[in-house]
């Protein structure tokens, strides 16, 4: 299923960890109508303003995923609403003020950027609309 025209439900909710660890990581049809906002309204218009594809290193996490990698159950990712990305080739530094600059998001944070190597950590963004609201 595609989420919009360059990202699909597949790449939002494929873990290495649920595989291994037998999890579930299926979401519903809110957490869908999420991940389809998040995409239109962060991801679309970043991977046209740097003309690169996105990775996604995580989207979707079920809640029983987000335990066990140690996260909270309240995270956006159990909600469908957040992903941590990265551009090949661009910094993450970077990427994350361009979103910050540019584009209207709910949290917005770099994580794990050591600040010498433009290629450490990965960023993290989430958007919320009234669709996807509890």
């Known amino acids: 299923m595609k989420l919009s025209d360059n990202f699909s439900l597949t ?3 494929k873990s290495q960890t649920a595989e ?3 999890i579930v990581n299926k979401p519903n049809e809110i957490h869908v109508m999420a991940m389809e906002s998040l995409c239109h309204n962060i991801l679309e218009r970043v991977r ?3 003309a690169k594809p996105i990775n996604i290193n995580s989207g979707y996490r079920s809640v029983a995923l987000c335990e066990a990698i140690g996260s909270k159950s309240t995270s956006q990712h159990c909600d469908g609403e957040a992903a941590d ?3 090949y080739g661009v910094s ?3 990427l994350a003020k361009y979103i910050e600059n540019n584009l209207n998001f709910d949290q917005l944070i770099l994580e794990c950027w050591d600040g010498i190597d433009p290629n450490s950590g990965w960023v993290h ?3 919320v609309n009234d669709v996807a609201n509890r």
């Open 11 to 13: 790449e939002f909710t």
């Open 20 to 22: 291994r660890k037998g």
């Open 48 to 50: 046209s303003a740097f």
């Open 85 to 87: 990305i990265e551009i």
């Open 92 to 94: 993450n530094y970077d």
């Open 125 to 127: 963004v989430s958007y």
